[in-house]
């Protein structure tokens, strides 16, 4: 039950070996390589937007948190990227983090289980978050497709 994975190229050469001669004895000799052929598998349309999307208030960071149904590593073809942005209320969208994840070590305070659970903290003691700021995440698969906008208010 193998499968192929996505966002990765394979590569395949052939060789045949003759049959044995006519009454027994020895097996044939091994012909020479094929040339090389390869593939890739690559999703037929951009990567869903996170889900369960939340943003709670704890001593004043911000704890979001979201769930993929993939892993979002990609493969030899490149990298997810995560997007997240920040909106305080009346002031400017910043971009909080842009990161490619294949790329270790994670940032600063970014959490992610291997089981679809993705996190980051935002803000510290010095930074309050203030209650009602918007986050946007977006995810970018390794050809630049882009999930649609998730958003949360934090409370």
């Avoid at 690559?42 to 889900?51: L, M, R, T």
């Avoid at 942005?85 to 990161?99: A, G, I, M, N």
Wanted: charge should be positive.
């Amino acid at each position: 039950n193998h499968r192929f994975k996505h966002w990765i190229s394979y590569s395949w050469i052939a060789e045949v070996r003759g049959a044995s001669e006519i009454g027994g004895g020895p097996r044939g000799q091994w012909s020479k390589p094929s040339t090389s052929v390869s593939t890739s598998f690559i999703p037929s349309g951009p990567p869903q937007a996170p889900s369960n999307l939340t943003a709670i208030r704890t001593d004043g960071t911000a704890r979001i948190s979201w769930q993929h149904p993939e892993s979002l590593t990609g493969g030899t073809l490149g990298s997810y990227t995560i997007e997240i942005y920040r909106t305080p209320p009346l002031k400017p969208t910043e971009l909080l983090v842009s990161h490619k994840m294949s790329s270790r070590p994670l940032p600063e305070r970014f959490t992610f289980d291997n089981q679809g659970r993705f996190g980051i903290i935002d803000g510290d003691s010095g930074n309050r978050i203030p209650s009602r700021t918007k986050y946007s995440l977006i995810i970018t698969d390794p050809i630049g497709r882009k999930s649609e906008r998730a958003e949360v208010i934090l409370s």
